[in-house]
């Protein structure tokens, strides 16, 4: 029997020299479901975008062969390509949901990923898990939730029956229903003659699943120190609670976000809040910042109600509290420089006086590990790590007690998400700094806080110990 | 660098001739030097009115007013529109209310606020075409401005700007309008153009301009009856307009920096 995958040898590396993944052999027969497991940025999701033949940006080196189906896919020209994607492969990746057209119809996102007239839409629903109506299908993907949202971008997957599927980290932010569910149906495309790769942290499912592992080995991302994850004490003494918050989407109180949510976070301490997209994560983070406008509950910071919108706070409540927002291109104003939008902070938070600011900002720029250089640069200068970095420093100008994360290392590369959340744990055993991180991967969550809490449709199903909670997550059911 | 000069060149020789004008008019704009619809001749380079004014003369003499009122115009509609849409933006309340009285607004056409500003005050000169080309004009702009705006209002630095409790002007100025530069700039070509527009064709009414001033749009409307026999009388004046139009246009577009490169993911 031929192999449907081929690889021999496998590098690919920027074009200095940094390493993003090697694979020295991975050969797939026909029906066999292939687990790649290795630690974070050891180069997994790289392997399975370089299987679609698309590399990183930047024109990195590539040694080694990689066929599938007998074609070398990373020779292939543009629109041959475009043509073996379609007829052969079936990619989903990490945060699927963001990937399906708001503006289309869940019935014209699958006909479109089909794209032949006698498929059927139930059929793909039902395998997926989904019930087949025509009520759902003439949903759009805003009004799914975020496990539905995933489930449509599966069967989008699925629905033309390709030879090949990929399938990047799938049970991320599934419960335990959803992930036995998901493990019978690649168990039976694979029987169907379907071969899967599949990259995931969770390794009793690999176990269970896969015909084969392929493990990439020690990271070849992160220094070595980096794998020994420092887990500062918690503080003792309360900083931020919260009471009963809810929130809405409109002024009127019809759409709900946030159902009562509780939280405690003590000073030093650091809180994952975990959950799949549309679960509510970010609204609870600008409700605590003060910038979500429909909002009903209690927040007390340190001993005093802080009041729920921002323009009711006193500036020494707003310096306690910043916010590093999700999106890594919009975080930064491109028009001024790095120094510009560190100054503004200094002024207004600390009455840094104009000659002193020079040395200030290239201070913040130590911190977090950038040269003072960095404050001639604008936005666009910059690569997404070092973006990241500038956003955190203008949080930490303000000397806040609470740093609010929201998703910031979900659009970086692995390695520089760790690199990330390696300046944010130093600062806070450093500085005192509380911490909130806003993610929806739960590995980082596990190394790098203390508590969790998993939020689910605008509830909080499960509030403790990292530890104790993400286990029982892992191995429900 | 050389070839943004040579984009504007034909901007800026179209506003020095407008300004400079009056002082290189060879003959005084509103005395006869030759006979009605004059051919061109010597002294005359592009011949004479319908009461033997000097063409050239006039047409010196008559874009200096034209250029200043859509200069003005057009600065004033993109400045307001800017900072109302800016503000909208941010204060969606506010936002709404700005958004309906544009909407009346723009039911209006120019033309009839022109009419009925002509009829209400006769001879009132062209202050009043140029408030009302501003009062009409702005709400178009405001749409575009205000469009453009929220995408930038709702991004990570205005909310982080908005929770260390910046004032609502201090996120316009300081956040918001810089990363408006490309639509503003844009916008401020296009205003400028249905600046000139307007006030042409309010002069071409005699609403506001009155004869004898020489004025572009006047010269069209007051040699159009001798066209056949001196036709560029009426063809320079048409020329000038379309040329001053077009090239300040284009120079707004060179002005215009480039979208920057924005990193995008394949698959």
């Known amino acids: 029997m031929t192999n449907i995958l081929d690889i021999l040898d496998l590098s690919i590396a920027t074009a200095d020299g940094h390493v993003l993944t090697r694979c020295d052999r991975l050969t797939a027969e026909k029906g066999r479901i292939i687990g790649v497991v290795g630690p974070s940025g050891s180069g997994k999701t790289t392997l399975l975008r370089s299987i679609a033949g698309a590399l990183p940006n930047g024109v990195p080196t590539v040694a080694g062969s990689l066929s599938v189906l007998g074609k070398e896919v990373l020779a292939l020209p543009a629109s041959e390509l475009r043509e073996f994607r379609r007829r052969h492969l079936g990619f989903v990746g990490q945060d699927p949901a963001s990937r399906l057209n708001p503006r289309m119809r869940i019935r014209h996102l699958l006909a479109e990923a089909a794209g032949d007239k006698q498929f059927s839409a139930q059929q793909i629903l039902t395998d997926v898990g989904l019930p087949a109506t025509d009520e759902l299908l003439g949903r759009k993907p805003g009004q799914l939730s975020g496990g539905q949202q995933r489930r449509v971008a599966l069967a989008r997957a699925l629905a033309r029956r390709p030879d090949v599927l990929l399938l990047d980290e799938p049970t991320v932010g599934l419960d335990a229903v959803l992930r036995e569910m998901l493990c019978e149906l690649l168990r039976d495309r694979a029987d169907k003659g379907t071969t899967i790769l599949l990259s995931c942290h969770d390794i009793p499912l690999i176990e269970e699943l896969a015909d084969d592992v392929v493990d990439l080995g020690a990271s070849v991302g992160v220094p070595a120190v980096l794998t020994e994850y420092p887990v500062p004490d918690a503080g003792g003494e309360e900083v931020l609670r919260v009471d009963g918050l809810s929130a809405w989407a409109d002024s009127r109180h019809r759409i709900p976000i946030l159902h009562g949510v509780d939280l405690s976070l003590t000073g030093r301490g650091a809180l994952a809040i975990v959950g799949v997209s549309g679960s509510g994560k970010t609204t609870l983070a600008r409700a605590i910042t003060g910038l979500h406008k429909h909002v009903q509950g209690h927040i007390t910071l340190g001993e005093q109600p802080l009041p729920l919108r921002v323009e009711g706070r006193d500036p020494a409540q707003r310096r306690r509290i910043q916010l590093i927002p999700q999106d890594s291109l919009g975080t930064l104003n491109p028009s001024r420089t790095v120094g510009a939008t560190l100054s503004r902070p200094l002024r207004l938070f600390r009455g840094v006086p104009a000659r002193d600011l020079p040395v200030q900002v290239a201070g913040l720029l130590h911190t977090v590990g950038l040269s003072e250089e960095f404050a001639e640069r604008y936005p666009h200068e910059l690569s997404g790590g070092q973006r990241q970095r500038v956003a955190i420093a203008r949080a930490l100008a303000a000397d806040p007690d609470i740093l609010v994360c929201d998703e910031i290392t979900s659009s970086l590369d692995a390695s520089t998400a760790e690199d990330i959340m390696n300046v944010l744990i130093e600062l806070r055993s450093r500085r005192d700094l509380a911490l909130i991180v806003i993610t929806h991967e739960i590995p980082l969550a596990v190394r790098h806080t203390s508590t969790v809490l998993v939020l689910e449709e605008g509830r909080v199903v499960q509030h403790g110990a990292t530890s104790d909670v993400l286990a029982s997550v892992f191995h429900r059911g | ?267």
């Not at chain 2, 063409?55 to 600065?75: E, F, N, P, Q, T």
């Not at chain 2, 153009?193 to 307007?198: D, F, G, I, P, R």
């Open chain 2, 1 to 267: 660098m050389n070839r943004v000069v040579v984009r504007l060149s034909p901007a800026l020789a179209m506003i020095l001739l407008a300004l400079l004008g009056p002082l290189l008019a060879p003959h005084e704009s509103t005395e006869p030097v030759t006979a009605p619809y004059a051919l061109p001749g010597f002294g005359v380079p592009l011949g004479g009115d319908q009461l033997g004014r000097d063409v050239l003369s006039r047409l010196l003499d008559g874009g200096r007013d034209l250029l200043v009122a859509s200069v003005a115009i057009a600065v004033v509609v993109t400045g307001i529109a800017a900072i109302l849409g800016a503000v909208s933006a941010l204060r969606p309340t506010l936002g709404a209310i700005v958004e309906r009285t544009a909407d009346v607004l723009i039911l209006l056409p120019v033309a009839l606020g022109i009419l009925v500003i002509g009829v209400s005050w006769p001879g009132s000169g062209r202050i009043p075409v140029v408030v009302a080309a501003i009062v009409l004009g702005t709400p178009f702009a405001f749409r575009i401005a205000a469009a453009a705006a929220a995408s930038v209002a709702a991004s990570g630095f205005v909310e982080v700007a908005s929770a260390r409790g910046e004032r609502t002007l201090s996120l316009v100025f300081r956040e918001i309008m810089p990363n408006l530069r490309t639509t503003l700039l844009t916008l401020l070509g296009l205003r400028f153009v249905e600046a000139v527009y307007v006030v042409t064709t309010a002069s071409f009414l005699e609403v506001g301009t009155q004869p004898p001033t020489a004025d572009w749009a006047l010269m069209i409307r007051e040699n159009a009856d001798g066209i056949l026999l001196n036709p560029w009388a009426v063809l320079a004046p048409s020329l000038a307009i379309a040329v001053m139009a077009v090239s300040v246009n284009l120079a707004f577009d060179v002005l215009t920096p480039k979208a920057r490169n924005r990193t995008v993911t394949q698959l």
